[in-house]
Every structure is written in C-alpha cells, then in structure tokens.
C-alpha cells in the first residue's frame, strides 16, 4: 500500500507506515569491545579479536573492536525497517508472515541494542579512561544529542512518510547516563520495574493533557519550535505522548543495559542462556497477552469501549488493531484491558516484555553463530549494514522524502535491503583504513563530538583499521 501525504497528525498517513524503526546503537561506538579481553589478548602477529586457546578469530562487524553478533542484529532490525517502511501490508499469510515478524519489533530492537551498546561502549573505555570533568565527560554526549535532534527534526519536516525517531533517540541518551553509574543489581531492578511502570505513567497521565482516546503518536518538526506553545508540545511528545515517548521506549533502554551488565555474550553458555530465556519472555508476553484476549475476555471488553470512545472502529476488520493504528499504537486511557494487549506499537508491559525477549533472543543466538567461521561469513553483510545503521537510517528517510515516497512492494523491500547492504560493504571496502569506515553519519557525529584531533577510545586503543 502506498504512503499517503505525510502529514503531522495521526490520521494523516496509514498507520502501518507510522516510522517503525531506530538508527544507531548509541551515541558512542555502538558497542566498542577494545578494552574486553579479546582486545587484550591481541598481540603482534596476532589481529584484534584473536581468542587466546579458541585457536579462531573472533569475527567483528562494521568496525574494529565490535562484536559481530551484536552489529548482525542491528542489521537485521535495518532490514526488518525496511520492510515495514516499504514492503506490503503486514497480512498474517503466506511471505506476509515477515512483515508480521517485523511489525513493532524494528523500533523496540534498535532501542534496545542502543543500551546494550551504551554499556559495551563504557566498558570499552575502561575506568582509567573516562573523562574526568563535568565539561570532559557531558559535552560529547550533549553535542551528539543536540546533533541526533535536529537531524530528526529536520527530516520530519522534509515529511517521508514515516515518523523520525531520532529527536526521541537524543533524549534516551541523555536520560540513560545517570543510570550508566548504578550497580548491576540496581540497574536490573530498575529496569525490570520500568517495563510496567513507564507504559503504565504513559496510560494515567495521558487523560490528563487531554489525550485519553486519541491524539498520540506525533513527531516533532521544526517548525513546532517557533512558538511557545509548539515548545510546550515538543516536550510533551518527547516524554510521554509522541510515537515514541520516554515513558514506554525507555524501559528498552534500560533493559539493554541490564543485559549487557549481566550477559557477556561472548562466553557461549551465557549466549545460549540469553538466547532461551529470552524467547521464554517473549513467549510470557506475547501468550499473556493471547490468554488474556481469549480466555479472560479481555478482547470482549475492549470491543465494549471501543463501542463507547471508538464507534468509527466498529466498522473494520479488526476495530482493536484499528484503534491502535489510528494513534500509532499509543493504547488509549479508556480500559484497563488496553495494558493487556501486546499489538505492534501498542507500547504496554505485555509487548515490552515479548519485545525485550525477542532483541535477546537473536542477540543469544547472533553471538553464538558468530564464534564459527562459516557463521561469521553468513553475519558479516548483516553486521556491517548494522554497523552504519545510523548512515544506512539518514539514507532511507531521504530517499522516502523524494523518488521512493510512498513505495509499498516487495520489490521496493528488495530494492532497499540490497542498495544498503551493497553500498554499506563498498564503503567500508573503500575506507577500510579511515575513520570513515564507520560510515559518513557516524563519522561526521564523532567528529563534531571529539573533533579531529581526540579520536575515540577504539583508536586510541590501535585496533586493526580494516577489522
């Protein structure tokens, strides 16, 4: 289906084709693994990444010092953007099943791999390196920030056709520092505690600025910030009423630095104990969910309160998913039942919890596919797409702001995986000895963070330019 006239409200453009999707990992080398021991077994003769006694070299993504398993899930979540942005309607049948797959989870997994790469990227630099300083250790991350803002602010303005996540993404780095100094025990607690408590802030404060039925899931544009009320809404889009609010996308945040804390998934049995316990939580939220519909009659009811607030829903297939997609998933503040329901986007305790398990899930079995070589092979395209994931993000909005706008197929899916994963190898064959290795974005936001003569922890380390 084609994408309609982007517009700024929610019933301007086909739900589906709301911006299912999150770039990069994390505002400071998406998961540097330089100070890790693999780093530190690496001698003369011997490449970064070289495991002492495997005998095998540890295959790296889109950069040196990266684990590749962790790249290769980020590229799969380019891919899986892809597909919501320009392949066909997700339809339960047949090849319709990938978009199904992909439908909700893009978002929820690049979020997610962005803390799990904050965590990778602290333990990177190792204690002797963190900046001492307030202006040594905020102003990087605040340049990155304000950088990641107005780049979503102005490509939402350019309107694509899909809801840019990267204003929301500069204010998840600046919320996840102060956590980045709590113990792991903590850490964990809080993020366990996030996943039902930010959807449930976001469903009881919603009626309170006037958003009880309708009216979430926007994006701030640039021009929203020429007035003091626009100002006023920026704000309140960003924490708790936009597409992709603090209050229900941190929780991923968090959890991903929990698991990077507790799951040092280059040790195979903690690989294959997060790949099992996290299809388990999936598997708890997503059958939840299922159980509550159709046996507690959860369904029922929320058919009853979509009668009462949503009575133009009554007419579609499904008036449930059609309430939802007409705020981008946002559950409305009229039925308990609402944090029952684990749809795409629908941004409740259930979908986190099934979302949070599938990201660790495929980050388990990425890292154990990974350590062999055939297995490698296979993940390197993947791994270097994801590594330029924030280059391969900017492209694609571009792109869907001019000749693509509106693309909706197969062929256009296939189109798009193919150039990104094509034109991400050929950058990083053509500057395999250059910082732009990293990819133009990427590099240029290091650069204005660090400028040119402070490379980042990776170089300062001499890892292989080329790995």
């Given at each position: 289906m084609s994408l309609a006239a982007a517009g700024r409200t929610a019933g301007q453009e086909p739900g589906r084709k709301a911006e299912r999707d999150a770039p990069s990992g994390g505002p400071d080398e998406q998961g540097t693994y330089s100070g890790s021991r693999a780093?530190?077994?690496?001698?003369?003769?011997?490449?970064?990444?070289?495991?002492?006694?495997?005998?095998?070299?540890?295959?790296?993504?889109?950069?040196?010092?990266?684990?590749?398993?962790?790249?290769?899930?980020?590229?799969?979540?380019?891919?899986?953007?892809?597909?919501?942005h320009v392949g066909p309607e997700a339809r339960p049948e047949g090849t319709g099943y990938l978009i199904v797959a992909s439908d909700g989870r893009a978002p929820a997994l690049f979020t997610l791999l962005a803390g799990f790469s904050l965590v990778?990227?602290?333990?990177?630099?190792?204690?002797?390196?963190?900046?001492?300083?307030?202006?040594?250790?905020?102003?990087?991350?605040?340049?990155?920030?304000?950088?990641?803002?107005?780049?979503?602010l102005a490509l939402a303005s350019l309107w694509p056709g899909i809801l840019v996540i990267l204003a929301f993404?500069?204010?998840?780095?600046?919320?996840?520092?102060?956590?980045?100094?709590?113990?792991?025990?903590?850490?964990?607690?809080?993020?366990?505690?996030?996943?039902?408590?930010?959807?449930?802030?976001?469903?009881l404060l919603a009626p309170v600025f006037g958003y009880e039925a309708a009216g979430r899931g926007l994006v701030p544009e640039a021009a929203d910030l020429t007035t003091l009320s626009g100002l006023g809404d920026v704000l309140?889009?960003?924490?708790?009423?936009?597409?992709?609010?603090?209050?229900?996308?941190?929780?991923?945040?968090?959890?991903?630095?929990?698991?990077?804390?507790?799951?040092d998934v280059r040790e195979p049995a903690v690989a294959r104990r997060m790949a099992v316990w996290g299809t388990a939580a999936a598997v708890a939220g997503y059958g939840t969910a299922w159980v509550a519909a159709h046996v507690f009659?959860?369904?029922?009811?929320?058919?009853?309160?979509?009668?009462?607030?949503?009575?133009?829903?009554?007419?579609?297939?499904?008036?449930?998913?059609?309430?939802?997609r007409g705020q981008y998933g946002a559950v409305p503040s009229t039925s308990w039942d609402w944090l029952?329901?684990?749809?795409?986007?629908?941004?409740?305790?259930?979908?986190?919890?099934?979302?949070?398990?599938?990201?660790?899930?495929?980050?388990?079995?990425?890292?154990?596919?990974?350590?062999r070589r055939a297995g490698a092979r296979l993940l390197r395209p993947l791994a270097v797409l994801g590594a330029m994931a924030l280059s391969a993000y900017v492209v694609h909005a571009l792109v869907l702001a001019g000749p693509a706008h509106g693309?909706?197929?197969?062929?256009?899916?296939?189109?798009?995986?193919?150039?990104?994963?094509?034109?991400?190898?050929?950058?990083?064959?053509?500057?395999?000895?250059?910082?732009?290795?990293?990819?133009?974005?990427?590099?240029?936001?290091?650069?204005a963070a660090h400028g040119p003569g402070r490379p980042g922890p990776l170089a300062r380390r001499g890892s292989h330019p080329s790995a």
């Open positions: 780093g530190q077994e690496a001698g003369p003769g011997r490449p970064a990444g070289w495991r002492g006694g495997s005998g095998k070299l540890a295959a790296h993504g889109g950069g040196s010092g990266r684990l590749a398993g962790v790249d290769a899930v980020r590229g799969l979540a380019v891919l899986g953007m892809f597909a919501v990778l990227a602290q333990r990177g630099r190792g204690a002797a390196e963190q900046p001492a300083g307030w202006a040594q250790r905020y102003r990087p991350l605040l340049i990155r920030c304000a950088i990641l803002a107005a780049l979503g993404f500069a204010v998840y780095f600046l919320a996840a520092e102060p956590f980045t100094r709590l113990s792991t025990p903590v850490l964990t607690a809080v993020a366990a505690v996030s996943v039902a408590a930010g959807p449930l802030l976001s469903f309140c889009e960003l924490l708790l009423t936009g597409a992709y609010p603090l209050a229900t996308y941190f929780p991923y945040i968090l959890a991903g630095m929990a698991l990077a804390r507790l799951c009659g959860a369904r029922e009811r929320l058919l009853a309160a979509v009668s009462v607030h949503h009575p133009e829903a009554l007419a579609a297939a499904d008036p449930v998913r059609e309430v939802l029952l329901v684990a749809d795409p986007y629908s941004q409740t305790p259930l979908e986190t919890l099934g979302n949070a398990g599938v990201g660790a899930a495929l980050i388990g079995l990425c890292a154990l596919a990974a350590r693309a909706g197929s197969w062929s256009a899916w296939i189109a798009f995986s193919a150039a990104a994963l094509v034109l991400t190898w050929g950058w990083q064959r053509l500057w395999a000895h250059s910082p732009l290795r990293r990819g133009p974005v990427e590099h240029a936001l290091r650069l």
